[in-house]
Structure formats: C-alpha cells, structure tokens
C-alpha cells in the first residue's frame, strides 16, 4: 500500500512569491491534514480537509490556504512568501476524521530566500 | 504556558534499559494523545495511542496516561540503539477533528 505521497521535495522561492505543495494521501483515507515544522516552533497544525471542506484551521496568517480535490488528494498554497515561511510542510492523511492517528508524508522543504 | 511540554532531553539510556518520556498538557478538554517518533531527517511516525486512564502496552512500548494530573507517559523496555530518535507528544482535543498540539519533543540517546 503506497503511503503519502508530497511533491515537491525541495523547492527554494524569493520573499514575494508564491508556492503550491501537493499531497496525495494513502488510498482510502479521506482527511488529509497540513502541518508546518520549524527547529524553532515545532510541529505546527495548518489546516485539516475532509470530503473537499476545510473541517479545522491553525493560527496562520489568510497567506496560509489550501484545498482537497474529490479524490482526497490536497493542495496547498501559501502567498507572498516571507523569509520566515522557510520550514518543512508535512502532509498526513488520516482514515476518517477525530481520529489522530495521522500518517505522515516525507515533506516539502521550502526554502524561502 | 505551551499546550504540551516535554523535556527536551537529549535523554541518554544504556542499550537494555528502560527509558521513560513523559508529557504534561494544558487543556482539559483533550480528549486522544499519542506518541511519535521521529528519526533525524524523517518525517513522523506513530507509535502509541492512548484515550483513557491507565497503561496501554504494544510490545517494548507502554504508554500511561493519567487525565486527573493532566499526565502521559511513554515507557520503551529493553531499548536498543535503532530507537535514538525524537519521540513527539501530541494531544487532540474534542471536536478539533485531526488537529494535533504536539509537544517540542525528547531527543533519545541509547547507547550500546
């Protein structure tokens, strides 16, 4: 069974840009959860979807959005990149929603120069 | 105050010990908490779920959890080297779907 899939891997943006990161979630599982990881803050949750409708968000700034297609796959964007956006954004999908045991994708390490 | 605490260790154990990884959480509403473990460069992987008072066993692996301290434990027995990683705490709280607080993390050092 094919687990979590993210892409891209590494990207490198400038202050100003914009960026978009693409999970695919392990077949079956409906809830596909964004989290941002910083050595300095941590895990950090950005925002939940399931069956297309965004069910949770975090304490991120409106640059921050995202979306789930009809077939659980997610995306998400974050605009006009500051310096302070750079950190790895992990995609975890879940079976159903309120369960909490997420599975993690191997992340997008965005580098924002 | 964070959400959940955990010391950041590096907590350093002898290979065959038991090493012990505790959490301390704020909300009471929490409702599920589970136990991560992340290797360096990885990404996170769950190892223990846990929803209601007492000890939940899963091999080496025992979780506690004690709600009325606001209180969760992680207990690995006979550790080996290939479990040095960053075991990460996190709570979800009731009606916040998959939305986990997860701690800073403990940094395991086992030694052989």
């Known amino acids: 069974k094919a687990g979590v899939t993210q892409t891209p891997r590494y990207l490198i943006k400038t202050r100003g840009q914009q960026v978009t990161l693409s999970c695919s979630p392990i077949?079956?599982?409906?809830?596909v959860s964004w989290y941002q990881q910083t050595p300095g803050q941590g895990l950090q949750f950005l925002f939940e979807?399931?069956?297309?409708?965004?069910?949770n968000k975090g304490n991120f700034p409106g640059r921050f959005s995202g979306r789930q297609f009809s077939n659980s796959r997610s995306e998400m964007n974050v605009s006009t990149l500051e310096l302070g956006d750079s950190a790895l954004y992990l995609c975890?999908?879940?079976?159903?929603?309120?369960?909490?045991?997420?599975?993690f994708g191997e992340g997008s390490r965005l580098t924002v120069l | 105050q964070k959400e959940v605490e955990q010391n950041s260790g590096p907590l350093s154990v002898p290979e065959g010990a038991i090493a012990s990884l505790n959490c301390t959480y704020s909300?009471?509403?929490?409702?599920?908490f589970f136990w991560y473990r992340q290797y360096s460069g990885k990404s996170p992987e769950l190892i223990m779920s846990i929803y209601s008072n007492g000890d939940k066993e899963d091999g080496r692996f025992t979780a506690q959890l004690n709600k009325a301290s606001q209180y969760v434990s992680l207990l690995i027995r006979d550790s080996q080297p290939s479990d040095s990683a960053t075991y990460l705490c996190a709570v979800n709280i009731k009606g916040y779907g998959n939305k986990l607080v997860f701690g800073a993390g403990t940094i395991l050092r086992v030694k052989s």
């Open positions: 979807y399931f069956s297309e409708t965004q069910r």
């Open positions: 909300d009471r509403g929490s409702q599920s």
């Open positions: 077949s079956g599982h409906r809830s």
């Open positions: 975890a999908s879940s079976l159903w929603i309120n369960t909490g045991e997420l599975f």
